[in-house]
């Protein structure tokens, strides 16, 4: 079992940034792909990004490309979205999930495990 706790949400104004944070707690956590979803009102979840266990392989959506950066630091069991030019559009519910698979969290857009969700709320 897998325990994940997203911080780090908040209110920016367009064009502004925010870094969330995601803690895990239980199995070893740097044998897990993370990624963050977000699920915006009247919206399906959607993938965000998602970083390989070793840190070594990033993959993102393209509307937060060039923007987004996943990290992780294996050592505080952390995995981490730096979100810079934030966009009204990024409002949403962001989600950290784990998975063993890199696929399941790209190709098919779930998580084995999830996290309860921050805010992200950007002005215009």
């Known amino acids: 079992q897998v325990q994940l706790v997203e911080s780090g949400g908040g209110l920016v104004q367009a064009g502004g940034s925010l870094r969330l944070s995601c803690a895990a707690s239980?199995?070893?956590?740097?044998?897990?792909?993370m990624g963050w979803f977000r699920q915006a009102p009247g919206k399906e979840r959607e993938f965000v990004s998602a970083?390989?266990?070793?840190?070594?392989?990033?993959y993102y959506a393209d509307s937060v490309k060039g923007r987004f950066t996943i990290f992780r630091d294996n050592a505080r069991n952390t995995v981490y979205l730096q979100m810079n030019s934030l966009k009204p559009e990024d409002t949403a519910v962001y989600y950290c999930?784990?998975?063993?698979?890199?696929?399941?969290?790209?190709?098919?857009?779930?998580?084995?495990?999830w996290g309860q969700g921050t805010q992200v709320t950007v002005s215009s």
């Open positions: 970083i390989s266990w070793s840190g070594s392989n990033t």
């Open positions: 239980g199995r070893v956590f740097s044998s897990y792909v």
């Open positions: 999930a784990a998975s063993r698979s890199i696929s399941v969290v790209v190709t098919q857009g779930r998580g084995d495990y």
